[in-house]
């Protein structure tokens, strides 16, 4: 379950058959009976705070799979889950609660409790706004200085083709230059390191 969530959920109540072959049938809940879901910290079972309580359960019945179950949907966008979360250490995104589904005749002298542990997250998604797109991991492909085998080549980050020169132990940039009919290829006597 995530913090601030409209949480559905159905319960199906099963009783035992004695019958190996069918152990568990689905079961109607008598006509009055009440149910009231509840959910603690885990650790305040004892405390007045509820994180989330439902009742008024919705009875349905499903006619392709002649069962019966009761739903409702569960709010887990409380002050109370609110505060919880407050109250915790900002790395620690996770309460442990205690659901408590009580069911009670009409009369309310009979009531049985059924109790799960569960994990209440804090919601990732508080309404922020889109995140802008950033500057690339890399730099385009045309600013990558290439280097070949052994460093005997390599392009610039504006695309100059350069030639290592091993004695000077620096790079020097070749162009072309000149008219279509008399291209000189250049040389930069200086290089780059």
């Not at 009979?110 to 569960?118: D, K, L, N």
């Not at 000077?168 to 291209?183: I, P, R, S």
């Amino acid at each position: 379950m995530v913090q601030t969530d409209a949480f559905p959920v159905r319960l199906y109540f099963l009783l035992p058959t004695g019958d190996s072959a069918q152990p568990l049938v689905n079961t109607r809940l008598a006509v009055g009976t009440a149910i009231v879901f509840t959910a603690k910290i885990s650790s305040a079972l004892s405390g007045e705070t509820l994180l989330t309580s439902a009742g008024g359960w919705e009875e349905v019945y499903d006619a392709e799979t002649e069962t019966w179950h009761y739903r409702k949907v569960l709010n887990l966008n409380t002050d109370d889950i609110q505060d919880a979360f407050e109250a915790l250490p900002t790395n620690v995104n996770i309460l442990n609660i205690t659901c408590e589904c009580k069911i009670q005749n009409a009369g309310n002298t009979e009531r049985t409790s059924y109790q799960q542990v569960a994990l209440l997250r804090r919601t990732v998604y508080g309404g922020e706004v889109a995140p802008l797109d950033g500057d690339p991991l890399y730099p385009p492909p045309e600013e990558i200085v290439t280097k070949a085998v052994a460093g005997k080549y390599r392009f610039t980050s504006g695309g100059d083709f350069q030639l290592y020169n091993a004695i000077t132990e620096k790079y020097h940039t070749l162009t072309a230059t000149g008219a279509a009919d008399a291209v000189e290829l250049n040389i930069d006597p200086t290089g780059a390191v």
